[in-house]
């Protein structure tokens, strides 16, 4: 099934460690919980930002940091969280938010494990060439009100249609 704007989105458990003071540095655990969209997603507006991988040259370096500098913008547009998903499990997921900097609950970061919603919604990549299994594809969508607003996969491996500029631009 693909995701469609105007589309209501597909009620889905994400599994995610909350950040808390006493677990602020990167190598404490912490225990996974669910993050449930039927719950979470109804008059809310959501912008999931997904990534093949944490800790990847790309996503470390330039996707994911500008949500983190400038929340306040989407904050200021209605963001009420950004969830940041990849294929990667709850623990790596994080670190990784840990280690960029993101505390709070205003970004989140979830683990589409297996790449099970990511695959659901066609938008996966296998990368079992390379060694990395199915990972989720490099999209951005957003969601307002359980309903899909936008939805835009890279087309190639540039950061542009799910970067925060043009996530900006649909808000």
Not at 30 to 39: E, L, S, Y
């Amino acid at each position: 099934m693909s995701l469609k704007i105007n589309d209501t989105f597909p009620p889905t458990k994400f599994a995610y460690i909350p950040y808390r003071p006493e677990n602020s540095d990167v190598v404490a655990c912490g225990i996974p919980v669910p993050f449930d969209t039927a719950k979470e997603f109804p008059n809310k507006k959501i912008v999931i930002v997904s990534v093949p991988g944490a800790f990847t040259p790309t996503c470390t370096a330039n996707h994911i940091p500008p949500y983190i500098e400038r929340i306040e913008e989407l904050k200021k547009k209605g963001v009420d969280k950004v969830l940041v998903l990849s294929a990667n499990d709850p623990f790596v997921q994080s670190a990784w938010g840990k280690a960029l900097g993101a505390k709070g609950d205003d970004i989140i970061f979830v683990s589409d494990g297996n790449a099970a919603f990511s695959t659901s919604i066609g938008q996966a990549l296998d990368l079992s060439k390379n060694g990395f299994g199915v990972r989720s594809a490099r999209y951005a969508i957003i969601v307002d009100n359980n309903k899909v607003v936008y939805n835009e996969q890279e087309p190639g491996s540039d950061v542009t249609v799910s970067g925060i500029d043009a996530v900006l631009k649909h808000l």
